[in-house]
């Protein structure tokens, strides 16, 4: 801590919280903000600081550390995405057609890191998908200086809550879906939806929701005449229909302002395309051109961990994606077995000290879908592999499907690749893009695809 530093006292904090204001002044700290009372024993204060006590320390925070920074948000277009699944893939969409129509340098904050204009701005492994208010304000500074006119940011069920994006200027808030997860951290979906729903509570200037999810139906009358749709399934804004799935992507007509576009993206599934159509309109209100926009679609790039493919030798083809959820787990699995001409071999676990009860249904999914299944670590954190591999068993066992359980995930991804043969699908779910995986408190190197071209390269 630099001296003169003003010290923020935030409940819940791993790395400081209210118990660490006396040492904050020990290290040269010369104020602090804090919600607690302070202790009936007084605090020791150097001459000239102070302790400001607040209703609440992360409103505070979020409003000081914008403020310190001169608002950053507001010399830019700030887009904030929510939602369970497809947060980041709409994020990465979003810059890659700003970048191909118009050549625009676009800031990303998110699960894989920040970047502006593609070139990565570092901070800490273990900085949050949204950061903490001190580490946004300062990402969003950084953006500002380097000629950044639009960002866009993954805004999660936690960060909302504790209000690390109070204070971003924030013109676009993007509804994606809501499915379960995040149960550890919120008890109840009703709690998690409420979580959601704080970013078109005052957050956001406008709206583009997805009114295929019931809770993103319920948006545009919370904020009437700032709220536009999107669509595969019924009439809104922006829709999409007659949807041809192949293994390279997957083609559409989209339906605006009673036009129609042919149009197309090098991902396949409905999910992708319900992707796409909210980066899309996110770009299109705010003034980009539509006609632009949609021809910048076929032209964007593979996204790292999202559905990412690569094709194996002996007519393999491999899939990464981040599905972490039952709902996510159960779409890519559908658009994977609607084209797989061969076997679809499932590669996946459940993180540890996370949500237990998803772990059955995950397992259900997979073994539904899949013509064998290899159970192994994600990230199992505190907790013991072999009990998380049970839990998700139990669900596999209830559809029959074969499966085999491999702790080190290194050596599982390796015995589905080796029994894959022409025309087969290998799926390898839960971490797409991460590259670690947590290990009691240890962040180890570990990269999914990575390790297929390194398992291939040694076959």
């Given at each position: 801590m630099a001296p003169g530093s003003l010290y923020l006292a935030l409940p819940g904090h791993r790395q400081g919280g209210p118990e660490g204001i006396?040492?904050?002044?020990?290290?040269?700290?010369?104020?602090?903000?804090?919600?607690?009372?302070?202790?009936?024993?007084?605090?020791?204060?150097?001459?000239?600081?102070?302790?400001?006590?607040?209703?609440?320390?992360?409103?505070?925070?979020?409003?000081v550390?914008?403020?310190?920074?001169?608002?950053?948000?507001?010399?830019?277009?700030?887009?904030?995405v929510t939602g369970t699944n497809g947060k980041t893939s709409v994020a990465s969409m979003y810059e890659?057609?700003?970048?191909?129509?118009?050549?625009?340098?676009?800031?990303?904050?998110?699960?894989?890191?920040?970047?502006?204009?593609?070139?990565?701005?570092?901070?800490?492994?273990?900085?949050?998908?949204?950061p903490e208010a001190p580490d946004l304000q300062y990402l969003l500074a950084r953006m500002r200086s380097r000629g950044t006119l639009s960002v866009v940011l993954e805004a999660t069920s936690m960060g909302l809550l504790e209000?690390?994006?109070?204070?971003?200027?924030?013109d676009v808030g993007v509804f994606t879906n809501l499915t379960q997860d995040h149960l550890d951290d919120h008890g109840t979906m009703e709690l998690y939806r409420d979580a959601k729903l704080r970013l078109f509570q005052g957050l956001c200037r406008r709206a583009v929701v997805n009114v295929d999810d019931p809770v993103g139906a319920t948006i545009p009358a919370m904020m009437p005449g700032a709220a536009v749709t999107y669509s595969v399934e019924t009439e809104a804004d922006y829709r999409a229909t007659d949807l041809v799935v192949e293994a390279s992507g997957t083609r559409f007509v989209l339906h605006h302002d009673g036009r129609k576009y042919p149009a197309a993206i090098p991902m396949p599934g409905r999910f992708s395309v319900s992707n796409a159509l909210a980066a899309l309109?996110?770009?299109?209100?705010?003034?980009?051109?539509?006609t632009g926009l949609v021809a910048a679609l076929e032209r964007m790039p593979q996204i790292p961990g999202r559905f990412e493919h690569f094709a194996a030798p002996r007519g393999v083809s491999v899939i990464v994606d981040?599905?972490?959820?039952?709902?996510?787990?159960?779409?890519?699995?559908?658009?994977?077995?609607?084209?797989?001409p061969g076997r679809v071999f499932t590669v996946f676990g459940c993180g540890g000290d996370r949500d237990t009860t998803k772990r059955a249904k995950m397992?259900?999914?997979?073994?539904?879908?899949?013509?064998?299944?290899?159970?192994?670590?994600?990230?199992?954190?505190?907790?013991?592999?072999?009990?998380?591999?049970?839990?998700?068993?139990?669900?596999?066992?209830?559809t029959g499907t074969p499966f085999t359980r491999i702790p080190d995930r290194r050596a599982a991804i390796d015995r589905a690749l080796s029994v894959a043969r022409s025309g087969d699908v290998v799926l390898i779910a839960g971490k797409g893009c991460e590259p670690y995986q947590i290990v009691g408190d240890e962040m180890l190197p570990f990269d999914d695809m990575t390790t297929v071209h390194e398992v291939v390269a040694g076959h």
């Open positions: 006396a040492t904050a002044f020990a290290r040269g700290a010369v104020a602090a903000l804090t919600q607690e009372p302070l202790s009936d024993d007084g605090l020791d204060t150097p001459p000239g600081a102070c302790v400001v006590r607040v209703a609440d320390a992360r409103v505070a925070a979020a409003l550390c914008a403020r310190y920074h001169g608002e950053p948000g507001s010399a830019m277009d700030v887009v904030a890659s057609l700003l970048r191909v129509a118009n050549g625009a340098r676009v800031g990303v904050i998110g699960t894989s890191g920040a970047r502006t204009g593609g070139d990565p701005i570092p901070m800490p492994h273990t900085v949050l998908s949204t209000h690390r994006v109070d204070g971003s200027h924030i309109a996110a770009c299109h209100v705010q003034g980009h051109d539509l981040y599905a972490h959820s039952p709902d996510s787990l159960d779409k890519v699995l559908a658009t994977i077995r609607g084209f797989a397992g259900r999914i997979a073994g539904t879908y899949s013509d064998r299944c290899v159970l192994t670590s994600d990230n199992p954190r505190h907790e013991d592999p072999e009990t998380i591999m049970a839990q998700v068993a139990e669900g596999i066992e209830e």
